[in-house]
């Protein structure tokens, strides 16, 4: 809560008096160290022998002491009630784990009484009362916090890759993650010091929260120079190892105690800091408590007794001492009062200890303290309690292990003052005085059960709060799920931000989930990631106000909860295109290329997804890339064929194009390679949406060196922005310069933060072609191989500088090309594998190109798509990703992203897909598994010699084809007329082929288009 709702009264002159040494105490600083595990005795000062501790106990022979200083048996109650001043149960975190530890946010803590007062406010450390926003140290008062997550490191809120790491920990440093060098307790108290430096530079009194993770296990990476040294010394003791282990990690803790008042000296704060040290809860293993009864998560007093040490020689006397009973709940009023700062109006249950540790003679009324702290959702009456007043001891000790609905008491009494040890039990002897307890118990039960409406509800976890855009869940703070793997939880959350939301599910690493549900409150998506444990549900609009959110997970073997969850504002992924140029549906090693090897490509299809029936608008170069960019049939645009250089016609300027939906969202361009869609300046890609342009106006055989036509064409120009650089330019340098310069695009927008959009658009393996030194030669296919294989090469080159600069996973990369093979060319043309056709037909082998995508985490790796989808969807379905605005011009693509996603049931959103090709003649029409081509002409080179070297052969032009029905699914390589068969499937086309002419226009029907516009156009 913020400290600024509460009144807080700074008593400037309260320390005039009982200063200590001549030094007046005004304002001063304070300082907590909290250990982890560590209980009772592992002290010299307290009488163990096992363990050094030279600097604890040389602050011990300083301080003033509370010798019965009770905590609470366990960590996150202990540390809500310490800051707050309260019993753990007013505050809702009852237990250490599973939602139960996270701390009532309108909870007043220490740090913002301070801070409210003019103090600054640091942790450094552990927290445990909440890793989520409202409920992180920096919403509850703390200006400083560099902690780790949940209960300790080695647990499920470990960031993911840094796990059980306390050397070189990930910790969060105020809410950000960030990687750590040292040993953590090193760097907690690195980070300490140095903080406490500038605010005593800053002349700026200062409280400083130190709570180590150490001693707490798991105990695999403890300061190695020191646990040699104490295997050494315990020889053959019980457990040496382990002892040794937790020994080395008390003793580090202990020289950091003695460099934080050696800083304090140094920079001159020593004489008026109030250093107090204590432990969260007994030990962790059975160790000497003094030889009492008890250890961590026990109420004998073994498990929940801790020195309290309080260094001030501003204001308290070495030696000080007092043996009334004190908590937790004590040190929160102690310090304000220490520190002249008035309590919060919340009702307090801790007293100052101020003057008994100044030894003053003060009226201390005897009361009963109550410790209670176990597994369960809500507090639950008699259960592992202890009640303690100045001379008995009234306890229930069921055990914290048990999460129970009720218990059985077992009650036991005992006399502290003469049996301190709690050996005797007096409860049948005395009922009179365990009545009296039991009375004191049952009042203060009824009391904190009933500190608000529905006191031992959750805490909700705020998603979409602007203090907190990106949350973490974990199975630390989900409820009614374990730890263990195959458990399930929810999370209970409040929707406070709009959306959309993107959902990233990390499951354990040892799974491959099939199928994942995401639901929050009455709403649920679901989605088939195929495998992996690593994915998301990408811009999901999250119903407002209070939910309970789950994400039930399934593999072979059932189903299960995911490991962490991220939620965040929806990602605009940066997104790179590579449209390579006449490479065929069988030019890929993943559908059967052979002679060449294309391992990036490979890479692309094995982590993203891979569409075996993806489609370019029209087997052509001009239209194809005008159907990329704008999400329409080309014909709509007024673009057919291939511009050459006396084309006097381009894209229009009133079109939108992708580069345009990702400037309008602050997304640097650029296009590296062939634009084809004008070559006048009004044309190029600098006046339609992209920054930056490097490349050819047109295809790269439209120069004076055409092997047919060499007068035909002037010099090729190269035009980089809207100057031309140079003319026909050495072309084996071409693909290594598009490649440099997209890697060059990406460093640059990397370093700057920007978001980008990346074409690059390769003139091959169109002809002629042409490879880099170090490509050829070296494929078996002979040229044409080494081409594919430098463009391979440069999709690696992309993928290495996405992932050098860390946005491997914020970059969406997709692959394909823009038509089919040109079979005329023989060897130096490619393959269409198992379709018919090629290059400039409306056969398979013409319009079907391949098609990958890859974005970690959000398109689930390995995916086969069966669906039909065509390039005129990418612009749409990138309009979504981004939360752009859409074209105001009517476009013909779909939004595709549950295919990509791999979204359970997600079929093509397109009823049908319409091929055009020539002027604007409609000579096919494919929906759903049939494909129906109408009469018309094509070319082939069937019974034709192939071209070789680079000169191509001769189609036959003189073939026609019927009305043809063809059977996608049963025969991809259009190779049987079934039309006679299914005289209904053809009329159903037919139909939607009717409706499309009356938009789109057909020649072949001479059916004028209603819908179409015409091209951008030059005098």
């Known amino acids: 809560?913020?400290?600024?709702?509460?009144?807080?009264?700074?008593?400037?002159?309260?320390?005039?008096?009982?200063?200590?040494?001549?030094?007046?105490?005004?304002?001063?600083?304070?300082?907590?160290?909290?250990?982890?595990?560590?209980?009772?005795?592992?002290?010299?000062?307290?009488?163990?022998?096992?363990?050094?501790?030279?600097?604890?106990?040389?602050?011990?022979?300083?301080?003033?002491?509370?010798?019965?200083?009770?905590?609470?048996?366990?960590?996150?109650?202990?540390?809500?009630?310490?800051?707050?001043?309260?019993?753990?149960?007013?505050?809702?975190?009852?237990?250490?784990?599973?939602?139960?530890?996270?701390?009532?946010?309108?909870?007043?803590?220490?740090?913002?009484?301070?801070?409210?007062?003019?103090?600054?406010?640091?942790?450094?450390?552990?927290?445990?009362?909440?890793?989520?926003?409202?409920?992180?140290?920096?919403?509850?008062?703390?200006?400083?916090?560099?902690?780790?997550?949940?209960?300790?490191?080695?647990?499920?809120?470990?960031?993911?890759?840094?796990?059980?790491?306390?050397?070189?920990?990930?910790?969060?440093?105020?809410?950000?993650?960030?990687?750590t060098k040292g040993y953590c307790t090193d760097v907690y108290f690195d980070a300490a010091l140095e903080w406490m430096r500038a605010r005593s530079e800053a002349d700026e009194p200062f409280f400083g929260y130190v709570a180590t993770n150490a001693p707490h296990g798991p105990f695999h990476d403890v300061p190695e120079e020191l646990y040699r040294e104490y295997l050494e010394r315990l020889g053959d003791v019980e457990d040496a190892d382990k002892l040794a282990r937790i020994f080395a990690m008390i003793e580090n803790v202990d020289r950091n105690v003695g460099r934080l008042f050696a800083g304090l000296e140094e920079m001159g704060e020593l004489g008026n800091t109030l250093v107090l040290f204590l432990v969260d809860n007994g030990p962790n293993t059975r160790r000497f408590v003094g030889e009492m009864r008890g250890k961590k998560g026990e109420v004998y007093d073994g498990g929940v007794r801790s020195p309290f040490l309080a260094h001030w020689p501003a204001r308290l006397a070495a030696g000080n001492s007092s043996d009334r009973v004190a908590a937790h709940v004590d040190v929160l009023p102690t310090i304000l009062e220490a520190c002249g700062v008035a309590p919060p109006r919340v009702d307090l249950d801790g007293r100052s200890l101020l003057p008994l540790l100044e030894g003053r003679e003060v009226d201390w009324p005897d009361r009963t303290l109550v410790v209670q702290a176990h597994r369960g959702d809500e507090a639950v009456r008699y259960h592992h309690f202890l009640a303690r007043n100045q001379r008995w001891k009234l306890l229930n000790a069921s055990g914290f292990g048990r999460e129970v609905e009720s218990v059985e008491p077992d009650f036991e009494l005992y006399d502290m003052v003469n049996d301190p040890l709690e050996r005797t039990n007096l409860a049948a002897e005395r009922p009179d005085v365990a009545a009296e307890l039991r009375a004191a118990y049952d009042a203060w039960f009824d009391d904190v059960c009933a500190t608000r409406r529905d006191n031992f509800a959750p805490p909700r976890i705020h998603l979409g709060a602007p203090a907190a855009p990106e949350v973490v869940l974990t199975r630390q703070d989900w409820r009614r799920g374990t730890w263990g793997s195959r458990s399930i939880g929810h999370w209970e959350v409040e929707v406070v931000g709009e959306g959309p939301f993107d959902v990233r599910v990390r499951a354990l690493a040892d799974v491959d989930v099939q199928r994942a549900t995401l639901r929050c409150g009455d709403a649920s998506w679901s989605l088939e990631p195929g495998g992996g444990n690593d994915f998301a549900f990408t811009r999901v609009r999250l119903p407002l106000g209070p939910a309970r959110f789950e994400i039930e997970l399934s593999d072979a073997e059932g189903t299960f909860g995911a490991y962490q969850v991220f939620v965040g504002p929806?990602?605009?992924?940066?997104?790179?295109?590579?449209?390579?140029?006449?490479?065929?549906?069988?030019?890929?090693?993943?559908?059967?290329?052979?002679?060449?090897?294309?391992?990036?490509?490979?890479?692309?299809?094995?982590?993203?997804?891979?569409?075996?029936?993806?489609?370019v608008a029209q087997p052509v170069c001009s239209a194809s890339r005008a159907a990329l960019l704008t999400g329409c049939y080309p014909n709509r645009l007024g673009i057919a064929g291939a511009l050459g250089p006396k084309a006097k016609h381009g894209i229009h300027a009133d079109e939108t194009t992708l580069a345009e939906v990702c400037r309008s969202r602050g997304y640097a361009t650029a296009v590296f390679g062939k634009w084809h869609l004008g070559h006048h300046a009004e044309f190029l890609p600098t006046r339609h949406g992209f920054d930056e342009y490097y490349g050819l106006p047109y295809s790269n055989d439209m120069w004076p060196f055409h092997p047919e036509w060499p007068e035909g064409y002037p010099p090729l120009p190269t035009i980089e922005g809207e100057r031309v650089v140079g003319t026909n330019l050495d072309q084996n340098l071409l693909t290594g310069e598009i490649a440099r310069r997209a890697v060059?695009?990406?460093?640059?927008?990397?370093?700057?933060?920007?978001?980008?959009?990346?074409?690059?658009?390769?003139?091959?393996?169109?002809?002629?072609?042409?490879?880099?030194?170090?490509?050829?030669?070296?494929?078996?296919?002979?040229?044409?191989?080494?081409?594919?294989?430098?463009?391979?090469?440069?999709?690696?080159?992309?993928?290495?500088?996405?992932?050098?600069?860390?946005?491997d996973e914020d970059t969406l990369v997709i692959f394909s090309s823009d038509n089919g093979p040109w079979l005329s060319y023989g060897d130096h043309a490619g393959s269409s594998g198992p379709l018919r056709e090629g290059k400039g037909t409306t056969f398979e082998g013409g319009v079907r190109v391949p098609f990958l995508a890859r974005w970690p985490g959000r398109i689930p790796a390995g995916r086969i798509c069966a669906e039909p989808a065509m390039t005129i969807d990418l612009l749409p379905t990138i309009v979504r990703l981004l939360g752009a605005e859409p074209p105001e011009r009517k476009i013909d693509g779909l939004d595709v992203w549950p295919l990509l996603a791999g979204e359970p049931g997600a079929v093509s959103p397109h009823e049908a897909f319409f091929f055009y090709y020539h002027k604007n003649d409609l000579e096919a029409v494919r929906s759903g598994r049939w494909k129906l081509h109408f009469p018309h002409g094509y070319r082939t080179m069937k019974g034709r010699e192939p071209g070789a070297g680079g000169t191509p052969g001769k189609y036959d032009h003189d073939v026609k084809t019927g009305l043809e029905l063809y059977d996608l699914r049963a025969d991809v390589g259009e190779t049987r007329d079934v039309a006679a068969d299914h005289p209904a499937v053809v009329a159903r086309l037919t139909a939607l082929a009717d409706a499309m002419r009356q938009d789109l226009g057909d020649n072949l029907t001479s059916t004028e288009p209603g819908g179409a516009r015409p091209p951008g156009r030059v005098e």
């Open 1 to 179: 809560m913020s400290a600024a709702a509460f009144p807080f009264v700074l008593l400037a002159t309260l320390f005039a008096e009982g200063s200590q040494d001549g030094v007046v105490a005004h304002r001063p600083n304070v300082v907590i160290v909290m250990t982890d595990d560590q209980g009772y005795g592992d002290f010299g000062f307290q009488g163990s022998t096992q363990v050094r501790t030279p600097n604890l106990d040389a602050m011990a022979a300083r301080s003033a002491r509370m010798e019965t200083f009770y905590v609470s048996p366990v960590c996150a109650p202990t540390r809500a009630a310490l800051l707050t001043g309260r019993w753990c149960q007013r505050t809702r975190a009852i237990d250490t784990y599973i939602g139960r530890a996270m701390m009532e946010p309108d909870e007043v803590t220490l740090a913002e009484a301070l801070g409210a007062a003019g103090y600054a406010t640091g942790i450094f450390g552990k927290w445990h009362l909440g890793d989520c926003y409202p409920m992180r140290p920096i919403d509850q008062g703390f200006d400083e916090a560099l902690v780790h997550r949940g209960g300790g490191i080695g647990q499920p809120s470990d960031p993911l890759g840094a796990e059980g790491k306390y050397t070189d920990a990930v910790l969060f440093h105020n809410g950000k993650d960030v990687a």
């Open 570 to 615: 929806a990602r605009a992924p940066n997104v790179v295109i590579v449209f390579t140029d006449d490479q065929g549906y069988g030019d890929v090693g993943v559908q059967g290329a052979r002679g060449f090897a294309t391992p990036n490509l490979d890479r692309l299809a094995a982590e993203g997804a891979r569409f075996t029936d993806f489609y």
């Open 744 to 807: 060059d695009f990406i460093e640059r927008q990397a370093k700057e933060e920007k978001p980008f959009f990346l074409y690059v658009a390769h003139p091959m393996p169109h002809v002629p072609l042409h490879a880099g030194a170090e490509f050829r030669g070296g494929s078996e296919a002979g040229l044409y191989g080494d081409v594919i294989e430098e463009i391979d090469a440069s999709v690696g080159n992309i993928l290495d500088a996405l992932e050098r600069n860390g946005l």
